[in-house]
């Protein structure tokens, strides 16, 4: 016959086992709000594209530890002085996080503040004002911490400001010429910072008076135009853009027009003079219908020499996901070379 326990010692294991169970349900609730490794596609349709080069993928928390929302990302920038990455979403957030890589590949993300993007007098940016799309750091990458400062393009109301790292704005904001045309939901989504013609804006989709299949990317000093020619794909928009290191341009494409699938285009663009069309080729044409695991991609930066980031945007949606991925763009002669038999 078991002993009889006493209340005191009935009461001391039940607090036992409560702590036991609060503290599982604690880890279990933790492991929601960490970023996961996420399976893109498999190795051989990876291969298929051998100018890209994957160098991992996270799946990222619908919200951080405080409980801070993660959704509607819709860019992201690189900060190589702080190694910082800042990430805008659709609502006025303004995300910073710590990236971990191991042997080249991107394998954790910590979230380290949010703050919402304010107005010169500090009041946070509120319904269509909040609208942020794209996302462009100046001062980056120039061997001094503390100077950084942020471009972001806004859709509903057009503009452009420039941010502290804080969210707080320190200009006035303006909207280019270049941006004309533009339907409310498709207007600066991409923005770079080009060597020879400075910042540089891209249209989502073809504006007003433009050919259709054809956008815009232009100069933010309205000194310089370009027309893009879009990938063919039904709905194929243009929604980020970074410079390569050859001084080319890497471009990043969603087309989202059911029941077709979805399909994400990374395609290298060369400027010729200003008032030319862009001669474009396609690195790789990423397809649901083809197995790929994708989503909403729209957000790109550029991490050091080759490499670059990419993010979706979950749209808020519990059918969708936020995805972090790391790619390298591998130039023609150095996939050629490995290839090559001995």
Not at 53 to 80: E, M, N
Not at 179 to 189: D, F, I, L, Q, T
């Amino acid at each position: 016959m078991p002993a009889r326990q006493s209340p005191a010692s009935r009461r001391w294991r039940m607090l036992q086992t409560l702590s036991v169970t609060t503290a599982l349900a604690g880890l279990l609730s933790a492991c929601g709000v960490h970023p996961r490794p996420y399976t893109l596609a498999s190795p051989e349709q990876k291969s298929e594209f051998p100018e890209i080069q994957w160098c991992g993928t996270l799946r990222l928390p619908g919200k951080w530890l405080d409980d801070t929302p993660v959704g509607g990302l819709s860019d992201i920038g690189w900060d190589q002085d702080e190694s910082l990455l800042y990430a805008v979403s659709d609502r006025g957030w303004l995300h910073r996080l710590r990236l971990a890589f191991r042997h080249g590949e991107l394998v954790g993300a910590k979230a380290l503040n949010t703050y919402t993007l304010r107005d010169e007098t500090d009041v946070s940016l509120r319904g269509a004002l909040s609208d942020a799309e794209g996302l462009q750091l100046l001062r980056a990458n120039n061997d001094r911490r503390g100077d950084s400062r942020l471009v972001i393009s806004f859709e509903q109301q057009p503009r452009v400001e420039h941010f502290l790292p804080s969210g707080l704005a320190v200009s006035e904001p303006f909207t280019p010429m270049g941006a004309r045309g533009a339907a409310p939901n498709n207007g600066m989504e991409a923005l770079t910072l080009h060597p020879e013609y400075g910042m540089l804006a891209g249209l989502e989709a073809t504006p007003e008076g433009m050919s259709e299949g054809m956008t815009r990317i232009f100069s933010l000093d309205d000194k310089h135009e370009w027309s893009y020619p879009l990938a063919s794909d039904t709905g194929s928009s243009l929604t980020a853009m970074e410079m390569l290191p050859d001084g080319d341009m890497l471009m990043l494409e969603r087309a989202f027009s059911p029941p077709f699938p979805l399909v994400i285009s990374l395609r290298r663009a060369h400027l010729g003079e200003p008032g030319t069309q862009a001669e474009v080729r396609t690195l790789a044409r990423l397809s649901s219908g083809d197995g790929w695991s994708l989503d909403n991609f729209e957000g790109l930066t550029h991490l050091e020499g080759n490499r670059f980031l990419m993010i979706s945007d979950d749209n808020f949606s519990s059918f969708q996901t936020t995805l972090l991925s790391c790619f390298a763009v591998i130039e023609p002669e150095a996939f050629t070379a490995e290839s090559a038999p001995e």
